[in-house]
């Protein structure tokens, strides 16, 4: 899933969708009961300290299935100190014949060697620094009013619109200028527990020779799963736009995540054992 702008569009547009909002793991809990008090915009940027400051409660196993307009991929996956691994467990909700079951083996086994998983835990740290880039400009590249009509004793609720005095400090933060967004955030906890966005109008990278994007929806959803422990339940995306001026993008795909159960610290090695050996609950 490469493409010719990787280098300023990580390895491709939909990449900077799918984590231009997705949150970080993890929990600490505070009180945020009075906040009303605050301006939306503190709020958000309260939320988002606590996402930013969440600490590492562990590790986790759980599984992940992204579905796609041609089919669906389900893995099982699992965080250790040196990044996540994933195994898939279905192909279109099927197990695996044997034939992808091999390949699939090949390709995490591959992480056996210390180089290759280094690799990988490069571009998932380097992942997380976008992510959190994104985050932080978000207080500023949106003005926020409170959603009062919403009654709910659990989330205070945020109606968000570009802000039009705002100039974007990164790449990542240049897609806040096009979308409006509804935020709910946990009142005990601090946490971000839904973000529904709409891309309303065009969105230009590099002045619109990398790239382009002209609509689009997404939508977060994260809650606590396991203990304190919090993680993405649901995750939904639909984009249109283009590449490199002439190449045609569309996105479309949902992911859901469900039981999220603890483990212990594991080796490479130990966790794709554990992989193999782990149970299966198909979604529910």
């Not at 893995?75 to 390949?103: C, F, H, W, Y």
């Not at 009013?145 to 790449?171: I, K, M, V």
Request: glycine share 6%.
């Amino acid at each position: 899933m490469t493409s010719p702008v990787s280098s300023r569009l990580p390895r491709s547009a939909h990449w900077i969708l799918l984590l231009a909002l997705t949150l970080a793991a993890g929990a600490h809990a505070t009180d945020v009961s009075a906040t009303p008090a605050a301006s939306p915009n503190e709020t958000l940027r309260h939320a988002i300290q606590v996402e930013k400051n969440a600490a590492k409660d562990g590790y986790y196993i759980w599984t992940d299935r992204l579905q796609k307009p041609r089919g669906s991929v389900t893995k099982l996956m699992v965080s250790t100190p040196v990044g996540i691994l994933s195994r898939t467990v279905a192909i279109n909700d099927r197990p695996l014949t044997e034939e992808e079951r091999k390949q699939d083996d090949d390709r995490i086994n591959r992480l056996l060697d210390p180089a290759k998983m280094q690799e990988k835990a490069k571009r998932q740290r380097e992942d997380q620094q976008h992510i959190e880039r994104l985050l932080a400009a978000m207080p500023d590249g949106f003005h926020c009013e409170y959603n009062t009509a919403q009654r709910d004793d659990h989330n205070l609720h945020l109606d968000c619109e570009p802000n039009p005095g705002f100039s974007p400090p990164n790449f990542e933060s240049q897609i806040l200028g096009g979308m409006k967004a509804s935020i709910a955030i946990d009142r005990e906890d601090g946490r971000i527990t839904r973000i529904d966005g709409t891309l309303y109008k065009d969105v230009n990278f590099g002045w619109g020779f990398l790239g382009r994007l002209s609509k689009g929806h997404i939508e977060v959803v994260q809650s606590r799963v396991a203990g304190k422990h919090w993680g993405i339940q649901r995750l939904a995306l639909s984009f249109d736009g283009r590449l490199i001026v002439v190449k045609p993008l569309h996105i479309e795909e949902t992911e859901t995540s469900w039981d999220y159960r603890p483990v212990q610290a594991m080796t490479v090695a130990q966790a794709l054992e554990f992989l193999r050996s782990a149970p299966y609950k198909p979604v529910r």
